[in-house]
């Protein structure tokens, strides 16, 4: 069956670093782009961007600054969120889906799980 | 970029009664338009998808319509395990946008 297991919840300081894995298992990951979005504590959904698992070109939202970095590894069907010189309002949980495609239109049909990164001193 | 405008952004309704959620989009974006699941502490899951497809294994209560800048997504008879949060969403350009959310409670 589909699924998306990202990474554990993470602890940083404010400065430091993280990267945040999305592994993907029971399809073909060179097949759907992978979408990335970011939900601060009580507070909606933001979507951050996406990456084509093809090429490795990543598109992020506007205003989402040179910090956020998204890469792959396909030869572990896995995709990366990273975030440098992490800031308190980086706070939030992030997730990964799956965009599946319906009449030229993208929708995310599977979600992993979600990894908190809390930044905080 | 494209702004998606949900109304109402909280509503109390009690079991059996029909729910709508209205979703705006800042321009046309014919039927690009999903809808979104949300429980607490749960990743989002997809109701409906191209504006009016029932995703599979989505019970039949849930209904979605609208195209062009206007768009509902419709509960015909809650039922308790429909408290959520629910979110559209436009697909229609590559700079992908959600509406800011609309809390479900049940009386």
């Known amino acids: 069956q589909v699924q998306l297991v990202q990474s554990g919840s993470e602890l940083k300081k404010p400065g430091a670093s993280v990267k945040v894995s999305c592994k993907a298992s029971?399809?073909?990951?060179?097949?759907?782009?992978v979408n990335w979005v970011r939900q601060a504590p009580g507070q909606g959904l933001e979507w951050m961007g996406w990456?084509?698992?093809?090429?490795?070109?990543?598109t992020y939202a506007q205003g989402l600054t040179g910090r956020f970095v998204f890469s792959l590894d396909t030869s572990v069907s896995t995709a990366y969120l990273e975030i440098s010189s992490l800031k308190a309002e980086d706070t939030a949980m992030y997730f990964c889906?799956?965009?599946?495609?319906?009449?030229?239109?993208?929708?995310?049909?599977?979600w992993g799980q979600g990894t908190l990164v809390t930044v905080s001193s | 970029d494209i702004q998606m405008t949900q109304s109402p952004s909280s509503l109390s309704a009690s079991v059996g009664d029909r729910v709508t959620i209205t979703c705006r989009a800042s321009?046309?974006?014919?039927?690009?338009l999903n809808w979104y699941q949300q429980k607490p502490g749960k990743a989002p899951q997809v109701l409906i998808y191209?504006?009016?497809t029932l995703q599979s294994g989505v019970p039949s209560r849930f209904s979605g319509s609208g195209s062009g800048t206007d768009f509902t997504l419709t509960i015909s008879s809650l039922q308790p395990e429909d408290s959520a949060t629910y979110y559209c969403?436009?697909?229609?350009?590559?700079?992908?946008?959600f509406g800011q959310g609309t809390r479900l409670e049940i009386k």
């Open positions: 889906a799956r965009e599946n495609y319906y009449a030229g239109s993208g929708y995310d049909d599977y």
């Open positions: 029971g399809y073909s990951f060179n097949d759907y782009a």
């Open positions: 990456i084509n698992t093809n090429t490795g070109d990543p």
């Open positions: 321009q046309s974006i014919f039927t690009s």
């Open positions: 191209a504006a009016s």
């Open positions: 969403q436009q697909t229609f350009r590559t700079l992908i946008s």
